[in-house]
């Protein structure tokens, strides 16, 4: 807690970042405390221009907003370009990802979310890119080993 001013008066400032509701609810009204964390799923935590992005895709429309672009084609792929650049196509059966020359948070952000929606899933797991050290990965469903496994992200890359 700390002193500050406000309108020639003095007032305490709280320092402590705020607390979930939910949990306050639940420890302070019903006397429990969740079990576990209470995560939110990654659907609530895309961005707004994300999930336009992806109706985009999925109606096969052209979209714009900001600095985010879907071009449908009359063959069924959908580009997806930001700041001009090329970052993914979408097709019926395959979903192939490019850095668009930009390894940020915002591309990598963009290309998580439409692994989210048209990336392979196993089980809990499902497809996402990560950086560690730098240098991105991506964390995906291998056909031969039926499985999850890590690889280097390469633009260009083709998922089935």
Excluded at 49 to 66: D, F, L, R
Excluded at 74 to 103: C, M, P, T
Excluded at 111 to 122: Q, V, W
């Amino acid at each position: 807690m700390r002193i500050g001013a406000a309108g020639g008066q003095l007032v305490k400032v709280s320092t402590k970042p705020a607390r979930d509701p939910v949990f306050v609810y639940l420890r302070e009204v019903e006397g429990t405390a969740p079990s576990t964390p209470l995560k939110p799923s990654l659907k609530s935590l895309m961005r707004k221009i994300e999930q336009q992005m992806i109706a985009a895709i999925k109606g096969n429309t052209h979209w714009k907003s900001a600095n985010t672009e879907v071009i449908a084609d009359h063959d069924g792929i959908s580009r997806v370009y930001l700041h001009g650049n090329k970052i993914a196509e979408v097709g019926d059966d395959f979903l192939k990802l490019f850095d668009g020359g930009w390894q940020t948070t915002t591309t990598k952000s963009r290309l998580n979310a439409l692994l989210s929606e048209f990336g392979y899933t196993c089980g809990t797991k499902q497809e996402y890119i990560f950086q560690k050290q730098y240098e991105w990965f991506i964390q995906m469903f291998d056909l031969t080993e039926k499985a999850m496994r890590t690889i280097p992200f390469t633009d260009g890359m083709r998922l089935a």
